[in-house]
């Protein structure tokens, strides 16, 4: 069993940055990629940012050029740096850790973008 906890979101204003993390615990074998959603409300959930074991990294055209992931994320733990944030950024963020005994999500971590 593989546990995920996504951590960091909180309340900022426009134009302000945050720093989300998610980390993967338990019995990790390997971790083929990470990625980040969103979900507003009254929306469906939404794709907004990979990486895979190799170091790449891909991201939604809405969020790319603000949001990094950074490379020294480790494979448990991944990092997603958020900057210029706007309004439209707040929604819950969930991290969907890929390991090679299956897909696992997490409880999700609120941002809140307003001010």
């Known amino acids: 069993q593989v546990y995920v906890k996504e951590s960091g979101g909180g309340l900022v204003q426009p134009g302000g940055s945050l720093r989300l993390s998610c980390e993967a615990s338990g019995s990790i074998t390997a971790i083929y990629s990470t990625h980040w959603y969103r979900h507003a409300r009254g929306q469906e959930r939404a794709w907004v940012a990979s990486?895979?074991?190799?170091?790449?990294?891909t991201y939604h055209a809405s969020v790319k050029g603000r949001f990094i992931i950074p490379r020294d994320s480790a494979k448990s733990t991944v990092y997603l740096q958020m900057n210029r944030l706007i309004p439209a950024d707040t929604a819950k963020y969930f991290c969907d850790v890929q390991e090679v005994s299956g897909d696992y999500w997490g409880q999700g971590t609120p941002d809140t973008v307003s001010g």
């Open positions: 990486i895979v074991a190799e170091g790449y990294t």
